[in-house]
């Protein structure tokens, strides 16, 4: 008998190779087309007239202007809208210091829409010569420039180098600083008695200096809401008389007020031989 034929062994041992490399061949000619027809789309969509950006929305900003706003984000009208991602421009609005937040939502073929929370100067800071920006979410967030307000009130006698070298303790300070300014104004003095100077003593007392003759007030330590609303009741037991000073800082009698009012001239004589002279006014305590 003669031997069988040899082909069909062989060829039932290269058929699984065979087809595992054309299987192979094939994806990578469809990955291949597939890479290039991805690389004509990019091409056509960052090229095409289509995709420009025709219109500019911004909101949300009122210290910046648009111009400001547009030329820190780099981006203009014209701009292809697939230039930048809407998350490298967020990233860029928000490394303004005056921009708190910020949103960008593309819309095709060509809107960009941007909004923008800004944040909110609430009191400057003095560390030696330098001034800067506190910011209502407790945060020291740029120094103090032309064009920056200058209304607000100025804390003083913090220590640079604790400051800048004890984060808990500048966190703290700064958090503490803008509770205090909330108080304030919910125990209804913000209007009447408006802050000049929020002056920490080193063992980080708190005292205020306000209205228009810088009417020394004590507060001591947090917390402070009740100390102001006793404030209040002070001056509207004193009406148009004016303190020189407030204590509200008795650890002892926290139920205790020194007040000493300011001195009042006596109405001045008309004979020379009784010169005008000036009446002091006590120190009280309620």
């Known amino acids: 008998m003669p031997p069988p034929p040899r082909t069909g062994k062989l060829w039932r041992r290269l058929r699984g190779p065979l087809v595992a490399l ?37 909101d949300g900003n009122e210290r910046i202007d648009d111009e400001a706003l547009l030329a820190h984000a780099g981006v ?15 990233a860029r609005l928000e490394a303004h ?6 949103r960008v939502e593309r819309r095709l073929p060509g809107t960009l829409t941007i909004h923008v929370e800004e944040r909110r100067a609430v009191a400057t800071l003095a560390l030696d010569a330098e001034l800067y920006l506190i910011g209502d979410d407790g945060t020291l967030f740029k120094p103090l420039e032309d064009g920056d307000p200058s209304d607000l ?11 800048v070298r004890d984060r808990p303790y500048r966190t703290s300070t700064l958090v503490e600083i803008v509770a205090l300014l909330h108080d304030y104004r919910m125990a ?8 000049g100077e929020i002056h920490l003593r080193p063992n980080d007392d708190v005292v205020l200096f306000v209205g228009d003759d810088g009417m ?9 809401l009740a100390k102001l609303r006793k404030l209040r009741r002070v001056l509207d037991r004193l009406g148009d008389e004016r303190a020189l000073y407030v204590y509200l800082d008795n650890v002892r009698r926290p139920d ?25 006014a006590p120190e009280s305590e309620s």
């Open 216 to 224: 020394e007030v004590r507060l001591g330590k947090a917390p402070y």
């Open 76 to 90: 203009s009208l014209g701009d292809n809208v697939f230039a930048q991602s809407p998350e490298e421009l967020q």
């Open 188 to 195: 209804g003095l913000w209007r009447r008695e408006p802050i």
């Open 22 to 58: 054309l299987q192979v061949a094939a994806l990578g000619g469809a990955v291949a087309g597939a890479v290039a027809g991805g690389r004509l789309l990019r091409d056509y969509l960052h090229t095409s007239p289509h995709f420009a950006i025709a219109s500019l929305r911004i």
């Open 256 to 280: 205790r007020v020194t007040v000493r009012l300011k001195e009042v001239p006596l109405p001045a004589l008309e004979t020379s031989e009784n010169p005008p002279s000036r009446r002091r």
């Open 97 to 102: 210091p005056w921009v708190a937040r910020a």
């Open 153 to 163: 009130p100025v804390v003083t006698g913090i220590e640079r180098r604790r400051f």
